[in-house]
């Protein structure tokens, strides 16, 4: 049988249970999702040749790293080429592209140091979000930024968020598709602090400061993401869930990010998506996969990205949630990498999208909890995988695994002679 056969016989099975797989298709055809620039390059980016400091660390040594913002655009074309649905590009700061011999510290960045980034996502008809860049630069006085008792240092770092903000507007206007702007520090202490409230107070002014710069928020959709820990600042981090939930509800145009491997290891993001969609409306997300704690692990088809998935399409909620991918593995092919976190998300954005939601929600309601149960493991068993291949056959790009011969290819030819 064809793909087109096959897919035929599992959409006439998904009819009888109330789901039309065409209009899902269609529907995740459209669906922005941001592709992270730093997978590429293990989070170096171009404007310093020091390591990872500042809660953040990437692990592995695979030959063939982006060396260069050509190099880096290389291998994302070729790992766009394998995914299918509608993209978005989301930079990091650090990612500024200088002329030769030119160097311009991150308080002085402006929109004219990522004229390269705009003109390859308007080739390509895509969207750009952003990140200030708080860690891996010498302005990262014990730890701290944004949150730093030095008046100086937080003037530095102030200055960093307020340029971003305008290159942020700069991408919205030049592709014509809203920036979406996330602020995030490692700001903490590894030990017990002694003042806790002190370093949230200057952090929240800090913000305030960088979101007083004008901007259309129209265009730029400014977020504060939240972390229980990270490397160096395991005790205490001061931009938490409850500082960062409660800065966006109080602050008008600041929406929440949430980064699923930025919790605690029994909580799951998919059960505060709905709850927030109650309040905010819009939020944000940074799609990873935890593996104990915020490792940033290629995302895979696994539960609780399924579930994350679930619970936007069930809340009505694919043009209410802004979605990035965000993580860094460097002992795989880095462009591998890209391709399976990136068509992860779209099948569970799809299997999604191919669940009879409102049928399961009035068993629910209905309180025929029973037949709840029963329906939702034997939607488990369709024949999902015949849609999938058919969304991607429609997009234009592999449908199964035939899809490696090419990264094995491009790693042969170009990146293992780097």
């Given at each position: 049988?064809?793909?087109?056969?096959?897919?035929?016989?599992?959409?006439?099975?998904?009819?009888?249970?109330?789901?039309?797989?065409?209009?899902?298709?269609?529907?995740?055809?459209?669906?922005?999702?941001?592709?992270?620039?730093?997978?590429?390059?293990?989070?170096?980016?171009?404007?310093?040749?020091?390591?990872?400091?500042?809660?953040?660390?990437?692990?592995?040594?695979?030959?063939?790293?982006?060396?260069?913002?050509?190099?880096?655009?290389?291998?994302?074309?070729?790992?766009?080429?394998?995914?299918?649905?509608?993209?978005?590009?989301?930079?990091?700061?650090?990612?500024?592209?200088?002329?030769?011999?030119?160097?311009?510290?991150?308080?002085?960045?402006?929109?004219?140091?990522?004229?390269?980034?705009?003109?390859?996502?308007?080739?390509?008809?895509?969207?750009?979000?952003?990140?200030?860049?708080?860690?891996?630069?010498?302005?990262?006085?014990?730890?701290?930024?944004?949150?730093?008792?030095?008046?100086?240092?937080?003037?530095?770092?102030?200055?960093?968020?307020?340029?971003?903000?305008?290159?942020?507007?700069?991408?919205?206007?030049?592709?014509?598709?809203?920036?979406?702007?996330?602020?995030?520090?490692?700001?903490?202490?590894?030990?017990?602090?002694?003042?806790?409230?002190?370093?949230?107070?200057?952090?929240?002014?800090?913000?305030?400061?960088?979101?007083?710069?004008?901007?259309?928020?129209?265009?730029?959709?400014?977020?504060?993401?939240?972390?229980?820990?990270?490397?160096?600042?395991?005790?205490?981090?001061?931009?938490?869930?409850?500082?960062?939930?409660?800065?966006?509800?109080?602050?008008?145009?600041?929406?929440?990010?949430?980064?699923?491997?930025?919790?605690?290891?029994?909580?799951?993001?998919?059960?505060?998506?709905?709850?927030?969609?109650?309040?905010?409306?819009?939020?944000?997300?940074?799609?990873?996969?935890?593996?104990?704690?915020?490792?940033?692990h290629v995302v895979l088809f696994d539960d609780e990205t399924k579930e994350?998935?679930?619970?936007?399409?069930?809340?009505?909620?694919?043009?209410?949630?802004?979605?990035?991918?965000?993580?860094?593995?460097?002992?795989?092919?880095?462009?591998?990498?890209?391709?399976?976190?990136?068509?992860?998300?779209?099948?569970?954005?799809?299997?999604?999208?191919?669940?009879?939601?409102?049928?399961?929600?009035?068993?629910?309601?209905?309180?025929?909890?029973?037949?709840?149960?029963?329906?939702?493991?034997?939607?488990?068993?369709?024949?999902?995988?015949?849609?999938?291949?058919?969304?991607?056959?429609?997009?234009?790009?592999?449908?199964?695994?035939?899809?490696?011969?090419?990264?094995?290819?491009?790693?042969?030819?170009?990146?293992?002679?780097?």
């Amino acid at each position: 049988m064809t793909v087109q056969e096959r897919y035929e016989a599992a959409k006439a099975m998904y009819v009888e249970i109330g789901v039309d797989t065409d209009q899902a298709i269609e529907t995740l055809k459209k669906v922005p999702v941001s592709l992270h620039c730093w997978q590429g390059d293990d989070v170096t980016g171009f404007d310093h040749d020091g390591p990872l400091t500042g809660g953040i660390q990437t692990t592995g040594n695979y030959p063939g790293k982006a060396r260069t913002a050509e190099e880096l655009m290389q291998d994302m074309d070729k790992a766009l080429s394998l995914m299918p649905g509608t993209k978005k590009i989301n930079l990091h700061a650090c990612y500024a592209i200088f002329e030769e011999g030119a160097y311009f510290d991150r308080d002085k960045l402006e929109p004219k140091h990522f004229e390269k980034w705009v003109a390859f996502a308007k080739e390509r008809n895509m969207g750009l979000d952003f990140n200030p860049t708080f860690f891996s630069h010498e302005k990262v006085i014990n730890g701290l930024t944004l949150s730093s008792p030095d008046e100086t240092i937080r003037k530095f770092w102030i200055e960093h968020g307020k340029a971003c903000i305008r290159i942020s507007q700069y991408f919205a206007k030049e592709t014509g598709v809203p920036c979406v702007m996330n602020i995030w520090t490692g700001d903490g202490f590894k030990d017990i602090p002694a003042d806790r409230m002190g370093p949230r107070m200057r952090y929240k002014d800090s913000i305030e400061q960088i979101l007083a710069e004008p901007f259309d928020k129209n265009l730029v959709k400014p977020c504060v993401e939240s972390k229980v820990f990270g490397i160096g600042v395991e005790s205490y981090t001061v931009g938490s869930a409850e500082f960062t939930m409660n800065f966006a509800a109080t602050h008008d145009g600041c929406l929440p990010l949430m980064d699923n491997g930025h919790y605690h290891p029994t909580e799951v993001v998919s059960d505060k998506i709905p709850a927030l969609l109650c309040y905010y409306p819009e939020i944000a997300l940074h799609i990873t996969r935890p593996v104990r704690w915020d490792s940033d692990h290629v995302v895979l088809f696994d539960d609780e990205t399924k579930e994350m998935a679930k619970e936007i399409v069930r809340s009505d909620a694919l043009d209410r949630v802004y979605m990035a991918l965000d993580y860094f593995d460097a002992s795989i092919n880095r462009v591998s990498a890209w391709t399976v976190g990136f068509r992860s998300w779209q099948k569970a954005l799809l299997a999604a999208l191919c669940t009879p939601n409102e049928a399961l929600q009035q068993l629910q309601e209905e309180n025929r909890l029973t037949e709840l149960m029963m329906m939702q493991e034997e939607v488990k068993t369709y024949p999902f995988g015949d849609i999938w291949r058919e969304y991607c056959r429609q997009c234009k790009v592999p449908y199964d695994q035939s899809w490696f011969e090419t990264i094995v290819e491009y790693e042969k030819e170009v990146q293992l002679k780097r």
